[in-house]
């Protein structure tokens, strides 16, 4: 049967990446393709219009010359009729070349060329034409020379006849461009592959851990996918540290209530069979007392643990004395430090005053005191002074930290030799930091810990 959550095979994802990478690209393509023909088609389209205007203006200029240069050579032996003739003789010839077609008209209004098949309505609509629908490229030059007798020489070209050349650029550009979406499409393919590699690594690679806790491999791509990687492999090594450390917590609890309750039993057993009596049955009772006061601090520190991370919303702010304050937690330790029958001694001016939860400082201050009472061979010394800030060590003279554990004493369900449940140490770290503080351990120079904390 499986469980929950249990799979034999990877997710499948709704949508592959290497398929929206690839869609992506085509449409880019599609839409870039689009773009760059229509704004080639309008360029190309007023670049010619403007150009052949530019030279059919060019053009009318070189014909006004030509009349003035045959003027000159026939002079004035040639009636009106006769000149006109001679200047559009050579038209004809200019307008099958050009493939345009030229209208000149005479000083009196008249079209004197062609002779056929133009008025005047005829160029107003060949004229409005051109402007609005790009039919034609229609050009009328005023001839500035006095002499000639002609008003006005106006050229008209197809717009079809200028677009033959337009029309092979696009052909070309178009193949061109599809040469290049070709070419484009088969790279990104290969790129998209390439950039997939990682993800499908390290879908893999989770796959694997979550199925046999297999180590997550890092896939080197020098990219952000290899830093998530990197990312993911950190998590779960850190997920692995605290399914180890829960599971030892776990053994450590059960241990932990197993042996006081099995002495609560034994000396209850004996008080009540009568087998202890005088001086024997106050120790017995103390040993009872001591011993539920234990068991009392493994189950809150079972029940922080399951509200730990709501703690940081919770704080509410007064201003305490410390004083009254540590005063306080002692008496709820006291107990345990009566059965270890150690002597507590608290260093501290009761005009002090700090800003914190008075709960949640009191639980620092049982916590430490507890951890101290199970280490500390005779006494146990709080002291609190202050100067830019509030100063506070609880000290014990007790055999004190081995080499390197001052570093791990706060992690969480880290046990120690005479230790609790492996949490109180962690809570009471978290609690200072939340008051804005801060907490380290030391070894004492002569002997025992230190917790010093500044506020």
């Known amino acids: 049967m499986k469980l929950f959550g249990d799979t034999d095979t990877k997710l499948k994802p709704k949508k592959s990446i290497k398929k929206r990478l690839l869609l992506y690209v085509f449409i880019i393509l599609f839409v870039t393709y689009v773009l760059t023909t229509l704004t080639y088609t309008k360029l190309s389209s007023a670049f010619i219009i403007e150009d052949t205007q530019s030279d059919l203006q060019r053009i ?16 004035n032996t040639l009636t009106k009729r006769a000149r006109l003739l001679k200047l559009v003789s050579d038209v004809e010839i200019f307008d ?11 000083d009196e209004g008249e079209i004197i060329y062609p002779l056929r098949g133009w008025d005047h309505t005829r160029l107003k609509r060949i004229e409005e034409e051109s402007k609005s629908n790009r039919s034609f490229v229609y050009v ?5 020379e006095h002499t000639l007798p002609i008003e006005k020489i106006i050229i008209i070209k197809r717009y079809e006849d200028l677009t033959i050349l337009s029309r092979v650029g696009t052909r070309a550009f178009v193949i061109s461009f599809g040469f290049s979406v070709i070419l484009t499409l088969i790279l990104g393919t290969l790129f998209s592959q390439k950039m997939y590699k990682p993800i499908e690594k390290l879908t893999d690679s989770l796959v694997a851990y979550r199925a046999d806790k297999k180590p997550v491999e890092v896939y080197t791509s020098h990219d952000e996918i290899e830093v998530l990687a990197t990312e993911f492999k950190t998590m779960t090594e850190a997920l692995n540290e605290m399914d180890l450390r829960q599971k030892q917590f776990f053994q450590n609890s059960s241990h932990e209530l197993k042996t006081p309750l099995m002495s609560i039993q034994g000396y209850a057993e004996a008080i009540k069979d009568g087998i202890v009596q005088g001086e024997e049955l106050n120790d017995s009772l103390n040993v009872i007392i001591s011993e539920s006061q234990r068991l009392k601090n ?10 730990i991370d709501k703690i940081k919303d919770n704080l509410e ?5 410390l004083y009254a304050l540590i005063e306080d937690a002692k008496e709820v330790v006291k107990p345990l430090i009566v059965a270890n029958k150690l002597s507590f001694e608290l260093i501290c001016e009761p005009g002090i005053v700090i800003l914190c939860d ?3 400082m009191k639980r620092i201050f049982i916590n430490l005191i507890s ?30 930290f081995e080499p390197g554990q001052e570093e791990i004493i706060f992690d969480r369900f880290y046990h120690g030799k005479k230790g609790g449940s492996g949490i109180g140490l962690s809570l009471t770290k978290e609690l ?17 810990a230190i917790f010093k904390m500044k506020f």
């Open 317 to 321: 702010k007064e201003e305490h004395h």
């Open 140 to 144: 009328a030059y005023d001839v500035v």
């Open 96 to 106: 099958e070349f050009m493939k345009t077609e030229t209208i000149i008209i005479s």
């Open 432 to 448: 200072v930091e939340k008051h804005g503080g801060q907490i380290y351990a030391v070894n004492n120079i002569n002997y025992g």
């Open 60 to 75: 009318a200029e070189i014909l006004e010359k030509n009349f003035i240069i045959t003027i000159e050579r026939t002079g």
């Open 371 to 400: 951890n101290a009472s199970r280490y500390a061979k005779e006494k146990i010394v709080v002291t609190v002074t202050k100067k830019d800030a509030i100063y506070i060590d609880v000290i014990d003279d007790g055999p004190g």
């Open 358 to 360: 008075y709960e949640k």
């Open 298 to 307: 493994i189950v809150d520190d079972i029940i922080y643990i399951s509200k």
